[in-house]
């Protein structure tokens, strides 16, 4: 990547913003003294590139606002009113944006963790994945070869479908609030 280029500096702060902690802080335990901390003037600064770039982004879609039926989220998130007919503000299409990227990066990523806990607990159940995988695929278990799976490939990874939903039926990624 061009250490210049937006998808880079947009990465860059996601990646401090929400950041794999390192070490734990008293700070973070006394509410008044966490805003002082180092970690939260990084994230405040990378916080502000974000809004910036996200901004940048939403003026470009502005100017282009395609009519076809490929639209993205942003497009979707640009052609919203409000309950009053009035549109969304850049600062409130931003906020949404970001919920929905935190939110996508955090879920898949504990889902991950606990798909490798399971499978670290369970041999037997990671020794059926792997082999259904392999045969499904077309490689054997110590192939070197790389395969990039395809949907119809997944379609026929029941044992693995049945192993996610159970998964995320153990472990859901968002706790339900009932």
């Known amino acids: 990547d061009d ?17 794999a902690p390192k070490k734990i802080s008293i700070f973070e335990f006394i509410p008044i003294l966490k805003n002082f901390s180092k970690v939260a003037k990084n994230k405040r600064e990378h916080n502000l ?40 503000t850049k600062d409130e299409i931003v906020d949404h944006c970001k919920t929905f990227m935190f939110a996508g990066q955090d879920s898949t990523s504990t889902a991950c963790s606990w798909a490798l806990y399971v499978l670290s607990t369970k041999p037997d159940v990671d020794e059926k994945l792997s082999r259904e995988v392999c045969e499904v695929m077309g490689v054997g278990p110590h192939d070197k070869s790389l395969k990039i799976p395809t949907v119809e490939h997944l379609d026929k990874m029941k044992y693995l479908n049945c192993f996610v939903k159970e998964l995320l039926r153990l472990y859901p990624t968002v706790p339900k609030l009932l």
Not at 3 to 16: H, M, P
Not at 52 to 79: G, Q, R, T, V
């Open 3 to 19: 250490k210049n280029s937006r998808g880079y500096r947009i990465r860059e702060c996601l990646e401090n913003v929400s950041p």
């Open 49 to 88: 590139i974000l809004a910036e770039e996200s901004k940048k982004i939403i003026a470009d879609k502005e100017n282009k606002i395609s009519e076809n039926s490929n639209k993205d989220l942003l497009d979707i998130l640009l052609s919203l009113k409000k309950e009053d007919g009035t549109p969304f």
